[in-house]
């Protein structure tokens, strides 16, 4: 295989580790988009302690950057592939499928995209801004954190499904072949479990399963994946918003087995006391991903005739949590304070 250029927008827990799989397979030449964690990473490296790569200090990849390429200002050539690993956020702009809109050329059909990205229904505003441009979905199961700018936690072996999102223009074997060929480049390296999915929509739901109900219900209450196991009702709760994600999957044409709310509540092991992505993101004071995770499941699910109790008030709680961040962040106005009875 020859050497693929690849631009990774997104250099946190996901992404850097994304970035340094690549670039240790030996197939890639890796172009990596940074922001905050920029000046520290640029100055320092990344300090990787991962359960796949060891302990690793001053690592970089073969490019770093703060911007966006933008091909036609810089003349650039395109890019093979673009992974997206940032947080995919609708509610607050700039959209994902905007954010990479400069490093895209016009009517593309050569650079495939690729969505390491957790949510269901995330590559439609992607085909509708890029309708010949194959789109890769990745879900990653990784129990990975950037503790302090430029220094990550890797605690969960990476596990990665790579599949192509349906899309009417493009040909189920040109999705095959490029979904194919990233799992090679991925893997070679020899530090990961990269592989072909055929069925997207079923990992997506089957992902969904713990992202719509263990994630956020962490997040809210505060407790991390192994307390809420033992607080009296935790389980409870979480099995309750399961198994309603389970029903919509049902209803959407995915058969889950029964024993995946059994397995997805255990998917971390107790001890680790792992502290889901959208914990971590309200410990930040960083947006959440409600939207993907949890508002489409449960219209989804709503259009599809599932009553989706838990669903709504998990969704409702996120929007409020969202509304805390968009305060803080002066985002929306308020009356002033005022003495009572005055
Ligand atoms: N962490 C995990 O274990 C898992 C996460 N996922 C999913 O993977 C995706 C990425 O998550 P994760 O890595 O945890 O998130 P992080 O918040 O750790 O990393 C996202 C990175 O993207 C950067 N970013 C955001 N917007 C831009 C931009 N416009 N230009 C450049 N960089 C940008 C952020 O910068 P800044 O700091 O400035 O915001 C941050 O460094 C999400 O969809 C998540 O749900 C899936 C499985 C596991
Ligand atoms: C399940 C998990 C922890 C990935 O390993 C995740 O998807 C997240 O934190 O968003």
């Not at 395109?78 to 959209?95: A, E, F, G, R």
């Not at 430029?150 to 074997?173: C, K, M, W, Y």
């Not at 095959?176 to 929509?201: D, H, R």
């Not at 509540?265 to 004071?285: N, Q």
Request: net charge negative.
């Amino acid at each position: 295989m020859e050497k693929n250029s690849v631009l990774v927008i997104g250099g946190g827990a996901v992404g850097a580790i994304a970035a340094l799989n690549l670039e240790v397979g030996g197939f890639a030449t890796v172009t990596l988009v940074l922001r905050s964690n920029y000046e520290a990473v640029k100055r320092d490296g990344y300090t990787v302690n991962s359960c796949d790569h060891g302990m690793l200090k001053g690592w970089k990849p073969t490019h770093l950057r703060n911007t966006i390429p933008d091909l036609a200002q810089e003349t650039l050539p395109p890019y093979d592939y673009i992974v997206l690993t940032t947080k995919n956020i609708p509610d607050i702009p700039p959209s994902s499928a905007s954010l990479i809109a400069p490093a895209i050329p016009d009517s593309n059909t050569h650079t495939t995209v690729v969505l390491i990205q957790n949510g269901l229904n995330i590559e439609k505003p992607f085909i509708d801004a890029y309708p010949n441009t194959p789109i890769l979905s990745g879900v990653s199961m990784i129990g990975s954190t950037e503790t302090a700018l430029g220094v990550i936690s890797q605690e969960d072996h990476d596990r990665l499904l790579i599949g192509a999102f349906e899309n009417p223009n493009i040909s189920t074997t040109a999705g095959e072949g490029k979904a194919k060929e990233f799992v090679k480049m991925y893997s070679a390296g020899g530090k990961t479990e990269c592989v072909y999915s055929e069925n997207v929509k079923h990992d997506r739901w089957r992902k969904l399963v713990y992202n719509a109900a263990l994630n956020p219900i962490c997040a809210i209450v505060d407790l991390d994946t192994g307390r809420i196991r033992l607080a009296d009702g935790g389980r409870e709760l979480v099995g309750q918003a399961m198994k309603e994600v389970v029903e919509a999957a049902r209803k959407a044409g995915v058969e889950l087995k029964e024993s995946v709310v059994g397995e997805m509540i255990e998917a971390d092991p107790l001890e680790v006391y792992l502290k889901p992505s959208m914990m971590v993101d309200v410990e930040k004071g960083n947006f959440i991903e409600f939207e993907n995770l949890i508002g489409e499941p449960l219209r989804e699910g709503k259009k599809l005739g599932v009553a989706m109790p838990t669903l709504e008030v998990l969704y409702l709680m996120a929007k409020v949590v969202q509304w805390r961040v968009k305060e803080k962040r002066g985002m929306v106005e308020i009356p002033a304070k005022r003495e009572m009875g005055s």
